[in-house]
């Protein structure tokens, strides 16, 4: 379920027998936020539980690699007992359009600007 600065994932409305996944929920909070050096940064949480074990992590982005939200929202779950095959960004991908398009939007981005590959991850 998507509301802007926040996208909830969960696959317990499935049955044990048709997950793809073990059982998880995760929350995945963002806001930009102003750095004194770097700029505008997408500050990003990451918290939840998969087979019942509670994590919660943080990290930001760089504006302008900002968009690369969801691969790393990917591996931070991966790191926490997620498939990567069975990654929140797999299923209902229509939800991750409308929070590329409300970063996109909080960042005033436009296509085609130039990408600083150091801070490529």
Do not use: C, W
Request: hydrophobic share 35%; proline share 9%; aromatic share 10%.
């Amino acid at each position: 379920m998507f509301t802007p600065g926040h996208l909830h994932r969960d696959n317990l409305d499935r049955p044990e027998g048709l997950r793809l996944a073990p059982p998880f929920s995760v929350d995945f909070y963002y806001e930009i936020r102003q750095d004194p050096v770097q700029g505008p940064m997408l500050h990003m949480r990451l918290v939840g539980e998969v087979s019942g074990r509670h994590f919660d992590e943080e990290f930001e982005l760089h504006r302008d690699v900002a968009f690369n939200f969801a691969s790393v929202a990917s591996r931070v779950a991966a790191r926490h007992g997620l498939p990567p095959n069975a990654s929140p960004v797999m299923r209902g991908h229509d939800e991750y359009d409308k929070v590329f398009a409300d970063i996109r939007s909080k960042l005033h981005a436009r296509p085609g600007e130039p990408v600083n590959l150091d801070h490529v991850l």
